[in-house]
Nanobody, 124 residues
Framework: QVQLVESGGGLVQAGGSLRLYCAAS????????MGWFRQAPGKEREFVGA????????YYADSVKGRFTVSRDNAKNTLYLQMKSLKPEDTAVYYC?????????????????WGQGTQVTVSS
């Protein structure tokens, strides 16, 4: 089992940047494909990006491609989400998630472990 804790959220103006962190503890972090999801009020949780266990492959939702970057440092047991050119529609609670095995997925049901989330608010 792995425990996940997100941090780095906050209030930022449109066009600004933020970096989110997901600290992992428990079983070997490096064995887990990881994903980032977000959920805005009244909306379903949606895929943002994902990364393979080694970090060699990344995947993005079309809405964030070119603006967001997912990366990981397995030595530090940490997952990152670098966000730039933020838009008001990026406002949501952002969650990191770990998948027990296989390839990174794009559906929340693909993932086995979740953090508690961190709020990102982008003002216009």
């Amino acid at each position: 089992q792995v425990q996940l804790v997100e941090s780095g959220g906050g209030l930022v103006q449109a066009g600004g940047s933020l970096r989110l962190y997901c600290a992992a503890s428990g079983r070997t972090f490096s064995s887990y494909p990881m994903g980032w999801f977000r959920q805005a009020p009244g909306k379903e949780r949606e895929f943002v990006g994902a990364i393979s266990w080694s970090g060699s492959n990344t995947y993005y939702a079309d809405s964030v491609k070119g603006r967001f970057t997912v990366s990981r440092d397995n030595a530090k047991n940490t997952l990152y989400l670098q966000m730039k050119s933020l838009k008001p529609e990026d406002t949501a609670v952002y969650y990191c998630a770990a998948r027990g095995g296989g390839l990174p997925g794009r559906d929340p049901s693909d993932y086995d472990y979740w953090g508690q989330g961190t709020q990102v608010t982008v003002s216009s």
